[in-house]
């Protein structure tokens, strides 16, 4: 049975950081391409990051780029997401992704099998 267990979001000030972790079981992260999406109010869910499991090989969407870092430690059988210089249209719910799959990370919802339940991440003063 897969599970995913998403937390360390919260309230943080514009310029602060937070990181966000995703620990699964039921599959092993090692072998799979990782991501982290986003939902802000009103708005579609869109892809911040992610990591493929064939070459390594990261991607960020522009408006994270130079400020989020995914990363993931396989002993742990968790992926990050390193959120630094936050801004206030940052804030969103997160949601981390999976998919146990070889292969290159992808840009769609549809891309993932498994998800996280969401975490809410607030950057107000």
């Known amino acids: 049975q897969v599970q995913i267990e998403e937390s360390g979001g919260g309230l943080v000030q514009p310029g602060g950081s937070l990181r966000l972790s995703c620990t699964a079981s039921?599959?092993?992260?090692?072998?799979?391409?990782v991501g982290w999406f986003r939902q802000a109010p009103g708005k579609e869910r869109e892809r911040v990051s992610c990591s493929s499991s064939s070459d390594g090989s990261k991607a960020y969407a522009d408006s994270v780029q130079g400020r989020f870092t995914i990363s993931r430690d396989n002993a742990k059988n968790t992926w990050y997401l390193q959120m630094s210089s936050l801004k206030p249209e940052d804030t969103a719910v997160y949601y981390c992704a999976a998919d146990y799959a070889w292969r290159i990370c992808g840009l769609f919802e549809a891309d993932y099998a498994y998800w996280g339940q969401g975490i809410q991440v607030t950057v107000s003063s």
């Open positions: 039921g599959f092993t992260v090692a072998y799979s391409a």
